[in-house]
Structure formats: C-alpha cells, structure tokens
C-alpha cells in the first residue's frame, strides 16, 4: 500500500470548515483513498473513500487532485465533537489487506 | 441498530492467564479482523476471517487464538503465551469474502491490561 503524509496537528473554530490534507504521491492505479476518523478511547470509525472522482456524504466530501497524489478531507461546518485523530489510508480492497494507520492529524475543533 | 459490539470494554487479567474478547456483528459481513493498537501507534492485524470456519494470521499473531464458528462471531483468545498483551484491541468487519471486500467498520474496543 502507498505512504500517505498529513501534518501532524491542525486547529478550527467551530463552525467553519476542516480542510485536512493528505498526500500519497506513490498511490497506484487500483488503490482507494480512506479517511477514518477516532476520537480517544473509542473505535475508529469509517468517514469517507474514493478512487478518482470527488465523493461527497453525511459526514464529508473528499476531494482527489487529477493525478491522484494527493486529497482533502473537508468537514463543511466543523462542531466540537469533530475533534479526533483523522487518517488517511490508501489501500487496495482486498479482504487480507492489512488497514494501516499512520500518524493522522489530530484535529482540534475550538469554541 | 447494526454494528459490532465488543466485550467487555475493558479487561483485568493476571499474568499468565488466557482470555478472551468477544466480537459480534449483525451487519450480515463474511470478513472479521483483530487489530491492536497501542498508545499513540496505529493498528497491527493480528487475525482476519474471511469466511466461517477459515482464519489468517496477520502480521502479530503469535500468543493469540481465534476461532469463526459462526458468520456473526469471531471471538479472540489472549493466552499466556503473549508476553505484551496490554493494549486496546479492535475488530472490524467488511462485506465480501475472498478478493474484493467492503469497507470496513470497527467496533468500540476492548482495553485489557495485564496486572
């Protein structure tokens, strides 16, 4: 699976937009961009993924540059129950495949 | 409400006794996980399911033992033989069998520490 890079730490006010960022210049042809999110102590929970074409949810939309070397997660109208630790995982879809986390940026939503 | 459910949420055992975390799931997904996580790491696959009575080992295996009697089920066994088993232990499901396989999705956790 590709490398991913994010920053380590990013801060929002309430309210606003999360803009998270996530590189993954080696990403092949068949691998997905997942986002996860967790949130101390607890499971880490499914956010959003895509192959090539922006996908939007519930939750987020994710946007994928052209060359696929890197996407944003945005949060459109982030709350204080958004602070977590977000990761970005690329990854084939393929039952053994290992779901790697790397470091994530952890998020701090700010009143 | 679908999901998995782990138990208990969190785990005392002394040094040198077996235990085991339940995992459950009404999701209706053939593939189950293990997965630990330390503080401030990210996750290491212990097992994966892909279908009921088959199981692989992942990259830490050793010390740990599972068994996928049933779809809905995939229970893990802490043994002694696991010389750092505290941590926060994860499982995850995802629809698919073999090849291509769903999202998946984890369960609250199980924190076991060894006293």
């Known amino acids: 699976d590709a490398k991913t890079t994010q920053p380590t730490s990013m801060d929002c006010a309430e309210g606003r937009a999360a803009n998270l960022p996530c590189n993954h210049s080696?990403?092949?042809?068949?691998?997905?961009v997942y986002w996860y999110r967790q949130i101390h102590s607890q499971g880490p929970q499914y956010i959003i993924h895509?192959?090539?074409n922006n996908e939007t949810n519930e939750m987020a939309s994710l946007i994928i540059t052209e060359d696929r070397k890197s996407s944003t997660l945005i949060l459109p109208h982030a709350t204080l129950r958004d602070t977590a630790v977000y990761y970005c995982?690329?990854?084939?879809?393929?039952?053994?495949?290992?779901?790697?986390f790397g470091g994530g940026t952890r998020l701090m939503v700010k009143p | 409400d679908g999901g998995i459910t782990q138990s208990p949420k969190y785990l005392f055992r002394k040094e040198g006794q077996n235990v085991t975390l339940s995992c459950e799931q009404n999701?209706?997904?053939?593939?189950m996980y293990w997965y630990r996580q330390d503080p401030g790491q990210g996750l290491r696959l212990i097992y994966y399911?892909?279908?009921?009575?088959?199981?692989q080992k992942g990259d830490i295996a050793e010390g740990y033992s599972v068994s996928r009697e049933k779809k809905e089920s995939f229970p893990l066994t802490v043994t002694s033989a696991q010389k750092n088993p505290t941590a926060f232990y994860l499982c995850?499901?995802?629809?698919?069998?073999?090849?291509?396989?769903?999202?998946?999705?984890f369960g609250p956790g199980t924190r076991l520490t060894v006293l």
């Open positions: 995850a499901s995802s629809s698919g069998g073999t090849g291509i396989t769903g999202t998946q999705y």
């Open positions: 080696t990403i092949s042809g068949n691998e997905y």
């Open positions: 895509g192959l090539k």
């Open positions: 995982i690329v990854r084939t879809p393929y039952t053994g495949n290992m779901l790697t």
């Open positions: 999701l209706n997904h053939d593939a």
């Open positions: 399911s892909q279908i009921v009575n088959d199981f």
